[in-house]
């Protein structure tokens, strides 16, 4: 067997792996976080509460309609984009004139709601949810066995993410965001709804919680915690990247999944704490973060 | 006389608990240029804020075409017909220049093309792929004006389009702004160099103390030099 620094080469690759599909996850629920704090000044708490909601919307869809895995993507992060539109009109766009701690609050108890009303009607324990069979079983790499899911997973993330990059850095919809988060009054004189832009980049950053939340179905279990346990790392992320840093979002996602992955082979011990003990240095040596601009 | 095309009426707007406009009056009739003049801290900037609703705390009448402002939403006066360019410049750091020439959307038909443009402002064409903010000071002033020619507005706010820039750049605005008179842009400066906006305005206010105290057309000028260098403090 091939070792490296002692480790069999298949388990340095199987936890670079399981890193991978962490950081995937991390990469675009911290893009969603870091595109609404962008525009919004709203940290957004609720975001792992959207995850879950998107997890369990696709659960429902299957259990009660029959509704399977492939309509799912489509319609769970469109109820999802809808569902936080209507939050952002009715509730958060009314706070946006008042200390950025309002909001602040209040997707805090939006979350704890949404999870309480969940956790009420299915408890805490975890629901599976099955392998579309299109994606199940695996491939052999020949240096290792992946699970075709798992590298699905990689590739939609990828996509998703890239696609989200270009979305806001190449087109017309995106340099308005650019802009309206730099100045947004000068923007809305310019003549451009920025209400409005205001209410989509919360939608566009719930749709993609809802949309990472339904990929996540099927490997980890629908449970109504599975939000909360996932976003305190995702918040560290954001802050290693660089508040309202698209980019750093992204990178830093995929770089904590892989560290954290590493440390499983190397210090299995210290595998919760990685992202926190990184968060903690860049903060000394950077506080705006690895792709901050310092403000 | 015809109705102006901009008709302001005792406009009242705070800061906070700060009252800044204390009932300003003024008229802008179509194709005309009208200079505000002042000193430092007299309300310019507030009066083309308030009437673009920039503001947000402000009462009285802004009619723009015979329709009041006030009470519309601020996304919807640009639409009206009404371009701003303020103070300091509003150029975008995380756009091109290409992308801040073509940020605000056109309201109307009759603004000029890109390509018409970067025929009249060149070193913006040669620099169209750096960030906005990487400009010199004089080129984001263009810049700063160019993106608002594109979008077929009737009448421009412009706030001290002159202010820390050199002798050459401010020839270069001048020309400008006589360019876009003639072709029949109404113009609302506000300028503390009367000597530049004698070369280009119809008329000039005075303000002081959030009022508009006189107003006076430009072959007035010479006979009120000695109140303006009082007032101005120049
Ligand atoms: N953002 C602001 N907050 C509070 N007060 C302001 C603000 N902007 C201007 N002011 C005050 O309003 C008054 C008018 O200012 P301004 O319109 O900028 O004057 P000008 O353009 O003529 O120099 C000044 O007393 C100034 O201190
Ligand atoms: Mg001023």
Redesign the pocket.
Same mark, same amino acid.
């Given at each position: 067997m091939t070792m490296i620094f002692g480790i069999p080469i298949q388990a340095l690759l199987g936890q670079l792996l399981v890193g991978l599909i962490n950081g995937s996850f991390y990469a675009m629920l911290s893009l969603g976080l870091a595109v609404i704090f962008g525009l919004l000044r709203i940290i957004n708490f609720a975001h792992g509460a959207l995850y879950m909601l998107g997890a369990f919307i696709g659960y429902l869809l299957l259990v009660h309609l029959g509704i399977g895995y492939l309509p799912a993507l489509i319609l769970v992060p469109l109820a999802v984009g809808v569902f936080g539109m209507a939050v952002e009109r009715a509730a958060l766009s009314r706070l946006y004139r008042l200390d950025p701690l309002y909001g602040l609050l209040f997707t805090f108890g939006m979350a704890l709601v949404i999870e309480g009303v969940f956790r009420f009607y299915y408890g805490v324990s975890g629901n599976p949810y099955a392998v579309p069979s299109l994606l199940a079983g695996g491939t052999n790499l020949g240096f290792m066995f992946l699970p075709n899911y798992r590298g699905w997973v990689v590739v939609a993330s990828l996509v998703v993410c890239i696609g989200t990059w270009l979305l806001i850095e190449k087109t017309r919809l995106g340099s308005y965001l650019r802009a309206a988060t730099e100045n947004p009054e000068l923007v809305q004189a310019f003549g451009v709804n920025v209400p409005l832009l205001l209410t989509l980049t919360y939608g566009l950053g719930a749709a993609l919680a809802g949309l990472a939340g339904i990929l996540a179905a099927p490997v980890y279990q629908v449970s109504p915690l599975m939000g909360s346990d996932l976003i305190i790392v995702v918040f560290a992320v954001v802050v290693i990247g660089g508040m309202g840093s698209i980019l750093g979002a992204i990178v830093t996602g995929y770089m904590l999944g892989l560290a954290e992955g590493l440390t499983k082979v190397f210090y299995p011990e210290a595998s919760n704490l990685v992202v926190f003990v990184i968060m903690a240095i860049v903060l000394l040596l950077r506080p705006a973060g690895l792709f901050g601009r310092d403000a | 006389m015809s109705e102006p095309l901009l008709a302001v009426r005792d406009l009242h707007a705070w800061?906070?608990e $700060?009252h800044?406009?204390h009932g300003v009056n003024l008229d802008v009739y179509r194709g005309e240029t009208v200079t505000l003049l $002042? !000193?430092? $801290? @007299?309300?310019?900037? =507030? =009066?083309l !804020?308030a009437i673009m609703g920039l503001v947000r705390k402000r009462e009285g009448s802004v009619f723009f075409n015979g329709s009041d402002l006030i009470g519309l939403p601020l996304h919807r006066v640009a639409h009206q017909g009404l371009g701003f360019v303020p #103070?300091e410049r509003g150029i975008f750091a995380t756009l091109s220049v290409d992308e801040n020439l073509v940020l605000p959307p056109v309201v109307a038909e009759g603004g000029m093309s890109v390509e018409e443009i970067f025929d009249l402002f060149p070193n913006l064409k040669e620099r169209r792929n750096s960030p906005g903010t990487r400009l010199s000071g004089g080129e984001q002033q263009m810049l700063a004006i160019a993106r608002i020619l594109r979008t077929g507005v009737q009448m421009l706010l412009l706030? #001290?389009p002159t202010e820390g820039l050199a002798p050459v750049i401010v020839q270069r605005i001048g020309e400008l702004l006589a360019t876009l008179k003639k072709r029949g842009m109404t113009i609302l400066l @506000?300028e503390q160099n009367f000597r530049f906006a004698a070369r280009i305005a119809d008329r000039f206010y005075l303000?002081e103390h959030?009022k508009v105290l006189e107003g006076f057309p430009v072959a007035e000028l010479a006979a009120h030099t000695e109140t303006l260098h009082e007032v101005l403090g120049v």
């Open positions: - | 800061y906070g $700060g800044a406009l $002042g !000193r430092n $801290g @007299v309300g310019k900037t =507030t =009066t !804020r #103070e706030d #001290e @506000v303000m959030g």
